[in-house]
């Protein structure tokens, strides 16, 4: 039986939120519990969350304001940047940013959540580094484990003394893992899980359902059979006998970070495959999450195309957070290419599913994108407004239906079901 857990999140854009999504299973009463917004939290530790979220989200759409925008998020990107991993050396040595966080935690920040916790000491899951500090000052006598949601992590992740720190880590890949034992983790407190994904988008672990879905992806994104020329044994051997046919139309998805920046490159695509819209030779999907504005602005972008009412161009939006994570999760399945920037959705290439490549936003970003590319599940986007033209060129050579095979095969796509096993332990 799988032991219960606390699960804790922060609803600062969607990158921490969709990452506990997929543990609700563990989460006592299946709820999870935001750090920054749950029931009767002190006024002061809602104004100190509400102003770091707020100031993130202010400065993800400042970057965008000529002239000045990129040089003020410049020097803020600066506080949580990464530094290079080579040469190897001890990287342990506190940094200015995280010496800010305890200072703030000394004064009581995050107390009060922690003692409510104690009345039921399950062992403590959170997707930010913050509510683990907080349980680990305040002296939670359960397990604390944090769940990495990047490619690679900056120092501020790491305790403020990592050697004796109790806090555990589900690392999403290698590089995390030898990242946090730079930082002074010890090696027995880091555990390579990988990112947690939804198990409506896999199934069992035997992942028969991912299998199938890939199957009919596969078709789509190889319409020439040239990859399947070269490959069908490796096709045989992961997914089994293709369909002659696949049981959904070629399907690209543009997903906004939740800042709703990039919102623009979304209708630049759909301006640009307007012909091919029109034809029934792709559908679009495009993500607002839950901001209601991005929807507007789809929907009113679309309607000057005269495009709203044509079934091949559909907008995921929800007021609510988890009924977002369940749309967009099942509209997953029937995706082919998933076009966003390099946020926590990087890990959703293991779903056998290449990722186009937005611009970042953000240093971890960068070293998201270069995991990606690195390991060949996805593709750098060339100018939206010619998607038309490279997007198609890319599917004739057989371009994603490679990045597809080789992100399911080689991609971490276990996380959730080895973060259950470690935590029924």
Known sequence: MTKKAWVITVNMGYGHQRTTYPLKDLAFKKEIIPANDYQDIPSGDRRLWEGSRKFYETIS??????????????????????????????????????????????????????????KKPFPLITSFFTPAFMAEYFDYPGDIFCIICDADIARTWASLIPHTSKIKYFAPNERVVERLKLYGVKAENIFLTGY???????????????????????????????????YSPLIKKYIGKLPKKSNHALTLMFAVGGAGAQKEIGI?????????????????????????????????????????????????????IELYFQKFNMALRNTDILYTKPSELSFYSALGIPIIVAPCIGSQEEFNKSWLLRSGFGIPQKDPSHIHEWLFDWLERGYLAEAAMEAFIEGEKLGTFKIEKIISR
Do not use: C, M
């Open 61 to 118: 759409q400042f970057k965008r304001v000529p002239l000045i925008g990129g040089f003020v998020f410049a020097t803020y990107d600066k506080l949580q940047r990464i530094l290079s991993f080579y040469p190897k050396r001890d990287l342990s040595k506190s940094n200015f940013q995280l010496q800010e966080i305890f200072s703030l935690i000394q004064r009581g920040w995050g107390k009060h959540l922690i003692e409510r916790l104690k």
């Open 196 to 230: 947690p994904l939804p198990k409506e988008n896999i199934g069992t672990e035997k992942l028969g359902l991912l299998r199938k879905d890939l199957a009919h992806r596969i078709v789509n994104l190889d319409p020439k059979k040239r990859y399947q020329h070269y």
């Open 268 to 320: 630049q695509v759909v301006k640009s495959l307007f012909s091919k819209i029109k034809k029934q030779e792709i559908k679009i999907i495009l993500v607002a999450g839950i901001r209601k504005k991005v929807k507007e602005y789809f929907v009113k972008e679309i309607r000057k195309l005269g495009l709203k009412k044509n079934k091949d161009i559909e907008i995921i939006f929800e007021k609510e």
